[in-house]
């Protein structure tokens, strides 16, 4: 066979329905947005993302039925630890729906977010399905998923940045030309989603299946639009959460590789970060003017000051709801008589609009679920960071008790700095004891590297995610991206640095054909679908986000299946009818979603 069409490709087992609907949602939900709802578009997303985990979950039913009527115990080796903490997450976040303020809206989520205990159980089976996928040896079409899934968010957001937006009037009410929200209907959202997609994507080219020069080249120039799109969000919170990532991976790489200025080059970021960080709470004077006003009264973090001393007002006159919390989804339903009144000169919006998150991790798990519920998930969060870096695989619990001890050092000291400041300073602790353990675990000289090559990757996609929710909130498009980094790393066979990780040839039957031409095609059908309404003017948009899948189906694809690129258009010209329906409010829009 000629060298010029032979590749390597990945070596996985046929595709199964449940994997095949995880692809689907990761591809489609960035991509989707009701043109035609006057509220947000997460309530939207949530419903089409349960609806496609849903078939996987019938999926995997029978399968899990016949094992349990056959007595085979599931293999937890090594993940038992981090398993029975999520579960117990999950359990916590049920009891609080049972016993919190209103059960109706913390299964459901409420009607601005959608984000209730039913979008918890969905996210657990996206755990499920993309730890089954990383067994098996799929892990790599997860990540090829994430890369097409970010390309009509990104490019919508840069044709919004340079003053081009087709949606005009139907997305958040920012100034068009001065922050990007694309798809996600948020420049925050958009933000997030990019902080997890870029570290993946920077895996993809480093340690994927092989790349020919051309495709490697191409995929750089996408990785530089992604950041770009990162940057027009023109969040603070998005720029310190990236720098943040970025120093982690500079310090695991450093590890990986046995780099000693790699390591102290990301601490220095993280040092600079950190006293930026600390001026702006003590000295915001010494700051430029945007920096300097974070915590201050016109700031978004002032803002974000007066919703955190809210809630804590409202635990300490109502203690009863301490323990379990208030239920998913349920704070705006109880914070109302503990708001400041300064908080209408932050937004219009707050004179007629109660605030349904805290804008910080441990607040908004504290009002979902109580003290339970949040000790909980700290502690799956460090059972997964254990599993991630085991730099002390002899000795397990020194590194969960290095992890510990930093969550809770670090809010100890926010605490001293007052009631406010123990959100920041619990993630902040946390962080540092994931540095003090990369730190204090070996290295890669002279022997075999004690992390994986994906580690440094799948930590600086985390980092950027938590760094960006001490600040920031879950939605539903990011947070499918970090169940499925869950399911990695819980699945991922751990494949050492200093070894290859390029996959080993495999027959054509055992991969799926075309795949990656229809999941483009896919998720431009969702994208063509949310801005159909406002065609022709859409039409430049259209084709420059079909041109960016079109051109990652053909780089990511095996040789075999690029002849079949025309596969790319079927889920749109399936979707026709519906694209035509949808561009009248009323019953031609019922239609169409029925039609999709």
């Given at each position: 066979m000629s060298r010029r069409h032979s590749r390597t490709v990945l070596s996985s087992p046929p595709l199964s329905l449940a994997a095949a609907a995880l692809l689907i949602a990761i591809v489609v939900i960035p991509a989707y947005f009701n043109i035609q709802s006057s509220t947000s578009f997460e309530p939207d997303k949530s419903a089409l993302l349960r609806s496609l985990l849903v078939i996987a979950l019938a999926a995997m039913l029978p399968e899990a039925v016949q094992r349990l009527r056959s007595g085979i115990k599931p293999n937890w080796s090594g993940i038992r630890l981090p398993v029975a903490l999520l579960a117990a997450g999950v359990a916590a976040i049920a009891l609080s729906s049972l016993l919190g303020v209103d059960f109706v809206t913390s299964f459901w989520g409420n009607y601005e977010?959608?984000?209730?205990?039913?979008?918890?159980?969905?996210?657990?089976?996206?755990?499920?399905?993309?730890?089954?996928?990383?067994?098996?040896?799929?892990?790599?079409?997860?990540?090829?998923?994430?890369?097409?899934?970010?390309?009509?968010?990104?490019?919508?957001?840069?044709?919004?940045?340079?003053?081009?937006?087709?949606v005009i009037g139907q997305t958040v009410s920012f100034e068009l030309g001065r922050r990007?929200?694309?798809?996600?209907?948020?420049?925050?959202?958009?933000?997030?989603?990019?902080?997890?997609?870029?570290?993946?994507?920077?895996?993809?080219?480093?340690?994927?299946?092989?790349?020919?020069?051309?495709?490697?080249?191409?995929?750089?120039?996408?990785?530089?639009?992604?950041?770009?799109?990162?940057?027009?969000?023109?969040?603070?919170?998005?720029?310190?959460?990236?720098?943040?990532?970025g120093a982690f991976f500079m310090v695991a790489y450093g590890v990986n590789q046995d780099r000693f200025w790699f390591r102290i080059a990301g601490l220095a970021i993280l040092l600079v970060g950190f006293l930026l960080l600390l001026a702006a709470w003590i000295?915001?004077?010494?700051?430029?003017?945007?920096?300097?006003?974070?915590?201050?009264?016109?700031?978004?973090?002032?803002?974000?000051?007066?919703?955190?001393?809210?809630?804590?007002?409202?635990?300490?006159?109502?203690?009863?709801?301490?323990?379990?919390?208030?239920?998913?989804?349920?704070?705006?339903?109880?914070?109302?008589?503990?708001?400041?009144?300064?908080?209408?000169?932050?937004?219009v919006d707050w004179v007629f609009r109660l605030p349904d998150r805290a804008?910080?991790?441990?607040?908004?798990?504290?009002?979902?679920?109580?003290?339970?519920?949040?000790?909980?998930?700290?502690?799956?969060?460090?059972?997964?960071?254990?599993r991630l870096l085991p730099v002390f695989p002899n000795r397990p619990g020194v590194s969960f008790a290095i992890l510990a001890g930093g969550t809770i050092g670090g809010a100890t000291l926010g605490g001293f700095v007052g009631l406010a400041a123990i959100p920041v300073g619990l993630t902040v602790g946390f962080l540092g004891g994931v540095l003090l353990l990369l730190?204090?675990?070996?290295?890669?000289?002279?022997?075999?590297?004690?992390?994986?090559?994906?580690?440094p990757y799948l930590l600086a996609a985390l980092v950027g995610h938590w760094?960006?929710?001490?600040?920031?909130?879950?939605?539903?498009?990011?947070?499918l991206l970090v169940?499925?980094?869950?399911?990695?790393?819980?699945?991922?066979?751990?494949?050492?640095?200093?070894?290859?990780?390029?996959?080993?040839k495999t027959s054509p039957e055992k991969t799926t054909p075309a795949l990656h031409f229809l999941l483009a095609g896919i998720a431009f059908a969702a994208f063509a679908f949310s801005v159909s309404a406002a065609w022709p003017v859409s039409l430049p948009l259209w084709l420059g986000v079909s041109?960016?899948?079109?051109?990652?189906?053909?780089?990511?694809?095996?040789?075999?299946?690029?002849?079949?690129?025309?596969?790319?258009?079927?889920?749109?010209?399936?979707?026709?009818p519906a694209l035509i329906l949808n561009r009248t409010v009323g019953l031609p829009a019922w239609l169409a979603y029925t039609w999709l």
């Open positions: 977010r959608g984000y209730g205990l039913l979008s918890v159980l969905t996210g657990v089976i996206v755990v499920v399905v993309a730890y089954r996928m990383a067994r098996s040896g799929q892990q790599w079409l997860l990540i090829d998923a994430v890369l097409l899934a970010a390309a009509a968010p990104a490019l919508y957001a840069l044709a919004q940045i340079v003053g081009y937006d087709p990007a929200s694309a798809t996600l209907g948020n420049p925050l959202f958009l933000a997030n989603f990019m902080l997890l997609a870029i570290p993946l994507s920077l895996a993809r080219i480093a340690i994927g299946p092989p790349l020919r020069a051309k495709a490697r080249a191409l995929l750089g120039a996408y990785l530089v639009v992604l950041v770009l799109a990162l940057i027009a969000t023109q969040s603070l919170t998005a720029l310190g959460a990236g720098l943040t990532a000295a915001p004077q010494l700051l430029p003017a945007r920096l300097g006003d974070i915590f201050a009264s016109g700031g978004s973090g002032g803002q974000r000051l007066l919703f955190w001393e809210a809630i804590l007002r409202l635990f300490q006159q109502e203690p009863r709801w301490l323990l379990t919390g208030l239920g998913p989804d349920a704070l705006s339903l109880k914070i109302a008589p503990y708001l400041s009144p300064q908080i209408a000169h932050f937004e804008h910080t991790l441990a607040l908004d798990l504290l009002s979902a679920g109580g003290v339970l519920a949040l000790s909980l998930w700290l502690l799956f969060w460090i059972a997964l960071v254990a730190w204090l675990g070996p290295t890669a000289s002279g022997a075999q590297s004690r992390l994986a090559a994906s580690s760094v960006y929710l001490a600040f920031g909130f879950a939605t539903h498009a990011p947070d169940w499925v980094i869950i399911g990695l790393i819980l699945g991922w066979p751990l494949v050492w640095a200093g070894k290859t990780t390029r996959q080993t041109a960016l899948l079109l051109a990652l189906a053909f780089v990511l694809s095996p040789g075999r299946d690029r002849d079949q690129w025309l596969l790319a258009f079927v889920p749109t010209l399936a979707l026709t």
